[in-house]
């Protein structure tokens, strides 16, 4: 089955401690895709202006990303500039230019109109629900947002909580979002407003999945070298979002092993600039790391502390 | 089997969020006796002054903590006041008031020196290197320590490791001991220098055990309300000791089971002042939160994604 993405489809510049990128490309919808076509094929609906290196996104195509749905318009693209300081978690933007992505209203191409899995990159949460306006009964839909949309939309973000299936965010803007700092209570808050799923994202420390009844931890892959924190959250995302259309299957279980699908494209994506990583990882490689999950996290219970004998 | 603890019996005055305990019985060893003593024997090394509240470690005594090795001095014992604000991960400390902690030098009673576990909390190093002079050949020696010790004696913590099978500390203090911002770079480095397991202790963010050849991951329990942080690290520290005392057993496999018994134990720690709710919690709430800990983190691996068909 087939994943549709509606994001941005940038040019990053990017200084960590380990080095710096110009002008590579980025934005969530490219890392979603970069991650997501290992799994299933991937429909990107998108904005770029004159400058961008269209080029650059053969190999996506090659993957299997139809990028029918990506607006070619004039002026400039959407570039991002940042720094990671020794903390990768929290990244210190040095220029936004929007660029043509200030107006970009996401058509969804005809074609694209029947994807069963669909995800809603982190845009202006009104783009968000005209998008769900342009599709015909997903079979799962989920969204991600950032602090400036709850800042400056928050009844447009909580609006759209009564249209999906799923929201990731990540541990700050589910706190922002429902103005409680204990997680747990944060995320009934939000599942309150409609989602079936909420997944709250740790950077380094891993991801929480809350459904009303459950709920599902996973840690970040403990990695030797972090190279570029970049894309992590929305290469989860791709990963997540893959394995639930490659699959097809929306039980309790499939949805944690989807997480761990995310976590562990979430891991590759950091381990190089740009989507390059992504791009290079092979099914032998995701197996290996999904593996390595299992293993990091696995313990047997022992004999119950209850009634036993302790020894004294 | 019994575990031996030397460490501090203070009295603590704690303000959370939640409310605030004044000269509540704390300290290390009180904390870490009073989780282990759920699993095993255990025998106290401490000192207070004339002013403790023995009255009040009572309740430990009924549950097979041996005091002998508690020593009473002249003078005020061990007074630490502190707040936590909204980020429970971090204490603020207001006034330490060391008292006869300050001339702590801890004598093990000869019924205390062939414990098979010993746990050695957070005191000087040159203490805790002094204390393995006089404890014959454990199976298992684990010890902490704290970030004034890395500033103020670092080469003795470091000669410490020589000595130790385990240590635990948290992140802050394994970057501040390695000069290694990456916590496996951290860890490896520990390892050279001699103990067997590094526990690295996240907070909120949960625990890992690294050994030469592996690594574990407990989270930490999603708890709806953290209390009071105090005395977490020392919960889980004995929580962990304890259940290898109690098994007796130092395979890799009963050290992931001993990581997510301590972690058990540092949450209910937090649900309270004090040691309150590591007194009162019983060992079935134990097995159900150890239950509850495995169904967070477990999920089964899907098809490989290598060789798969991917539905396209």
Request: glycine share 8%; proline share 5%; net charge neutral.
């Amino acid at each position: 089955m087939s994943v549709l993405v509606v994001g941005s489809v940038a040019l990053d510049s990017v200084e960590t401690p380990f080095g710096r990128a110009d002008s590579v490309i980025g934005g969530s919808a490219t890392y979603f895709a970069s991650a997501a076509s290992h799994f299933a094929p991937v429909q990107l609906v998108g904005i770029v202006g004159e400058d961008y290196p269209v080029d650059k996104l053969k190999p996506l195509a090659a993957r299997g990303v139809d990028l029918a749905g990506l607006e070619h318009a004039p002026g400039e693209s959407f570039r991002w500039r940042g720094r990671y300081r020794h903390d990768l978690n929290s990244a210190e933007t040095l220029e936004t230019r929007l660029g043509v992505f200030s107006h970009f209203r996401p058509k969804i191409p005809e074609a694209f109109r029947r994807a069963p899995f669909v995800f809603l990159a982190n845009i202006d949460p009104r783009l968000q629900m005209d998008v769900l306006g342009q599709v015909e009964r997903p079979r799962l839909v989920a969204c991600d947002t950032m602090n400036f949309w709850i800042e400056s939309r928050r009844n447009d973000v909580i609006a759209l909580l009564g249209r999906v299936d799923l929201i990731t965010l990540n541990d700050g803007e589910a706190r922002q979002l429902t103005e409680r700092t204990n997680l747990v209570h944060a995320a009934r808050w939000i599942l309150e407003k409609g989602p079936r799923y909420v997944i709250v994202k740790k950077g380094e420390h891993g991801a929480f999945m809350f459904t009303k009844t459950s709920t599902f931890f996973a840690p970040a892959y403990p990695l030797e070298q972090v190279f570029d924190p970049t894309g992590a959250g929305d290469s989860f995302a791709g990963g997540f979002m893959g394995h639930l259309a490659r699959t097809g299957e929306l039980s309790d279980a499939n949805l944690r092993r989807a997480v761990v699908v995310g976590s562990a494209m979430g891991s590759f994506a950091v381990e190089r600039f740009s989507n390059e990583r992504l791009l290079s990882v092979t099914p032998a490689e995701i197996d290996q790391r999904i593996a390595e999950f299992q293993d990091l996290v696995a313990f047997e219970r022992g004999a119950p502390v209850a009634g036993a004998a302790t020894g004294r």
